[in-house]
């Protein structure tokens, strides 16, 4: 049935944008979600991602966590670059990721929910509905992580919580392999980046976060359980 048939039937679609940076990935869940929601546009980084926002203003957008692009700040970053359509277009990371900093961080940002890739495609369309009328969508086990985040309104949870706003998801993913041990060696090996970008990330980090050694910013992450 054609989208303009759809509308006739009140069977209206929503409009979405998908955006991952794997075209495997993009064109396997437009296939899947084919005829019952409305693919608009698709994006594969963080600067198409926003273009495609903007220039579709889909009601809802399915956005990968970990984004190539921008200023290293994934799906996260591209919310934030939208935060002025947020009335009208919704945000649901979809990811292969469970952690807790990948959730908290996309969702502090202003998305709406938050499933894994592991989803089956009858649970993505109806999550799709759901976040499309402003209502939240978690799978299971990662609304503890919400909770966790926003449950308290401690003054000390509000400070830890800017703090964390000041660094991008790529330096919070560095400064987690330096509070484990990691040595920079270990940490380019694992993220696929240079010896001298891990040394530019955590010289960003110490700055951003006013610490003066790898010592303190351990034990900044461990106070904050993001180890």
């Not at 991008?168 to 040595?183: F, H, K, P, Q």
Request: proline residues 1%; contains cysteine.
């Amino acid at each position: 049935m054609s989208e303009q048939a759809a509308a006739s039937a009140g069977q209206t679609r929503n409009r979405v944008v998908i955006v991952d940076d794997h075209a495997i990935f993009r064109s396997g869940l437009r296939a899947e979600l084919d005829g019952r929601v409305a693919v608009v546009g698709e994006a594969h980084d963080v600067d198409s991602a926003i273009l495609a926002v903007r220039e579709h203003r889909p009601e809802v957008v399915l956005l990968d966590v970990h984004l190539p692009g921008g200023t290293g700040g994934g799906g996260a970053e591209v919310v934030r670059a939208c935060r002025d359509l947020l009335e009208e277009v919704q945000f649901l990371a979809i990811s292969v990721s469970d952690q807790a900093e990948d959730v908290v961080s996309v969702i502090r940002a202003g998305a709406r929910g938050y499933v894994t890739k592991t989803i089956s495609s009858d649970e993505l369309v109806d999550a799709v509905g759901v976040v499309s009328t402003g209502d939240a969508v978690f799978s299971p086990r990662l609304a503890g992580f919400v909770l966790d985040a926003f449950g308290t309104s401690s003054a000390a949870q509000d400070v830890r919580d800017e703090e964390l706003d000041l660094l991008s998801a790529r330096e919070v993913e560095v400064m987690r392999l330096i509070a484990r041990g990691y040595t920079y060696r270990e940490i380019a090996s694992d993220l696929f980046i240079s010896v001298k970008t891990v040394e530019s990330h955590v010289s960003k980090v110490l700055r951003k976060l006013q610490l003066s050694s790898r010592h303190e910013l351990t034990r900044w992450a461990e106070q904050r359980r993001i180890v």
